[in-house]
């Protein structure tokens, strides 16, 4: 079945250590976005890519950093410069053709002790 | 800037009541919108979306969501709900300004369906 898949699901993270979240879909999507969700606050786009070797910044993007090698695979890291990071990161990919609806992975718990 | 908002955080139902989820946003071009639901846990699943044509969508669980331009809003409603609706739902907005495919989302309401 084509879909999105992130690893790991749950992650535990001491301070000032960089992690790094996995993203790989098989859904042949040109796009791919990595969202950070907190309680109460919604979805917020940290990166997207819309094709390979490249991607932009979303809204809140300080103290992460993405890589776009492989048209499969969209990387997020959670470098030791993000102050608040402990959050649930969601990950999704969609085609860049007609409407784009996107197809989100399962999510990645990042909890900072 | 788009926005999107979601007035009601929570929203408590007794089973096989109505209910509507509000989801007003904030632009005077064309736009897709868009309902996704999140269990707990999980990821956002795509419930319905409004692209062109007919202003009312349905879903194949009994939401359906009427898109009205004149008051910029895209609300959600179920006739009668059941335990298994209770999830976070998200309304989101794509602004169609050519400028690629950036949802804007609202910050969620949490139905809660109680026997």
């Known amino acids: 079945d084509g879909g999105i898949t992130q690893s790991p699901k749950y992650l535990f993270r001491k301070e000032g250590q960089n992690v790094t979240l996995s993203c790989e879909q098989n859904l042949n999507h040109d796009a791919m976005y990595w969202y950070r969700q907190d309680p109460g606050q919604g979805l917020r786009l940290i990166y997207y890519s819309q094709i390979v070797n490249d991607f932009q910044k979303g809204d809140i993007a300080e103290g992460y950093s993405v890589s776009r090698e492989k048209k499969e695979s969209f990387p997020l890291t959670v470098t030791s410069a993000q102050k608040n990071p402990t959050a649930f990161y969601l990950c999704?990919?969609?085609?860049?053709?007609?409407?784009?609806?996107?197809?989100f992975g399962a999510g990645s718990r990042l909890t900072v002790l | 800037a788009q926005s999107v908002t979601q007035l009601d955080s929570q929203v408590p139902v007794f089973e096989e009541a109505p209910v509507e989820l509000r989801c007003n946003y904030s632009?005077?071009?064309?736009?897709?919108l868009f309902w996704y639901v999140q269990y707990p846990n999980q990821g956002l699943q795509l419930l319905l979306k409004?692209?062109?044509?007919?202003?009312l969508v349905e879903s194949i669980n009994g939401f359906e969501a009427e898109f009205n331009k004149s008051q910029t809003s895209f609300h959600l409603r179920k006739p009668s709900v059941h335990i298994s609706d209770t999830a976070e739902y998200f309304c989101a907005v794509n602004i169609l300004t050519g400028g690629g495919n950036k949802l804007t989302f609202g910050t969620g309401t949490q139905l809660k369906v109680e026997l």
């Open positions: 409004y692209l062109s044509g007919s202003t």
């Open positions: 632009s005077s071009v064309s736009v897709y």
């Open positions: 999704a990919s969609s085609s860049t053709k007609g409407a784009n609806v996107l197809t």
